[in-house]
C-alpha cells in the first residue's frame, strides 16, 4: 500500500492540525510495516515544488497529477 502525505497548507494556516494529524498516522503506519506499506512524502515534495499546485497552493495542476502518478509507480516499484 502507498500511503501519500497530506499537504499541510490545506490546515489553512488558522491554528488547524489535521493535515500534520494525518501525516503522522501515516508515518506511523509506515514504520508498523514497512513491508506493507510505502509512504511518498507529497507534503515536503509540493512545499519544494510549488508549481505543481494549482493556485490555491494545495490542489496539485497537470503538472502535479502526473508527478503524483510517477511517485506512485515509483513507490509501488520497491514494494515486495
Known amino acids: ?6 499537504n499541510t497548507a490545506a490546515d489553512g494556516g488558522n491554528g488547524t492540525t489535521v493535515a ?3 501525516n503522522a498516522e501515516i508515518a506511523s503506519l ?4 514497512p513491508s506493507h506499506f510505502e509512504e511518498v512524502d507529497w507534503n515536503a515534495l509540493v512545499h519544494a515544488n510549488p508549481g505543481w499546485l494549482q493556485s490555491d497552493g494545495i490542489h496539485p495542476n497537470a503538472t502535479g497529477d502526473q508527478e503524483i502518478a510517477d511517485w506512485d509507480s515509483i513507490a ?3 514494494c515486495p
Open 1 to 6: 500500500v502507498v500511503f501519500f502525505t497530506v
Open 76 to 78: 509501488l516499484s520497491v
Open 30 to 33: 509506515v514504520r508498523s510495516n
Open 20 to 22: 500534520l494529524q494525518i
